[in-house]
């Protein structure tokens, strides 16, 4: 596949203020973000052909134990939706068919809200809590160490949240709880979420 490129970001890094700083967007996107691009681009170098797609790159080094290309590979996936699951002014209202498969699937959007934070919040270590439709179409929450996601269980991510501690340290320090509050309350894009959903279960040529 063509080389990782880092993408920009989808509004101005003070744009998710006073929930997200500046400080916090400049440091993740420009610093860490960058890393996972420039690191994988060294490590697919080497390689014969992992995939003509992100998705499908992040699969293939999961299922052949290329743990440095995944880690990278999979923090791109990661980030690169991250980033769109943001907007200025985000959380609130929730779109109409997605808001009845959340009931259908947690019961009420409250109670959605309180599965989230906490897969978030219980994540041991870095990783990542996820809004997850499986192949059937069912709505789930899981969450994941490190790099990994939702791609290597077969499963679509809906809506991710980063729960590594450069996401939030700077502006909520060892209170990861409210920096999942605030994601869910106040920084959500959920008309990607929606878009994501509509698409259906994801289908990945190996």
Not at 44 to 59: A, C, H
Not at 120 to 131: E, H, I, N, P, V
Request: with cysteine; net charge negative.
């Amino acid at each position: 596949m063509a080389a990782f490129d880092l993408p920009e970001l989808p509004y101005a890094y003070d744009a998710l203020a006073p929930y997200m700083s500046k400080e916090t967007l400049e440091y993740h996107h420009d610093k860490h973000h960058k890393a996972y691009v420039d690191n994988g681009n060294k490590i697919i170098e080497g390689l014969p052909n992992m995939g003509d797609t992100l998705e499908q790159v992040v699969i293939n080094a999961h299922k052949q134990g290329q743990q440095g290309l995944f880690n990278n590979a999979g923090q791109h996936w990661n980030h690169n939706h991250f980033w769109k699951w943001m907007k200025k002014n985000g959380g609130g209202a929730h779109p109409g068919a997605l808001e009845t498969a959340i009931k259908s699937s947690f019961g009420s959007y409250e109670d959605f809200r309180g599965k989230f934070i906490e897969a978030g919040t219980t994540q041991f270590g870095s990783g990542w809590a996820w809004l997850v439709m499986d192949k059937n179409g069912k709505l789930e929450i899981m969450k994941t160490a490190n790099a990994d996601n939702p791609l290597t269980s077969g499963k679509t991510a809906l809506l991710g949240c980063d729960v590594w501690e450069h996401s939030y340290y700077i502006d909520y320090r060892n209170a990861r709880a409210k920096y999942l509050e605030a994601f869910v309350d106040n920084l959500v894009n959920w008309a990607y979420v929606e878009e994501l959903f509509e698409k259906g279960p994801l289908k990945i040529a190996a």
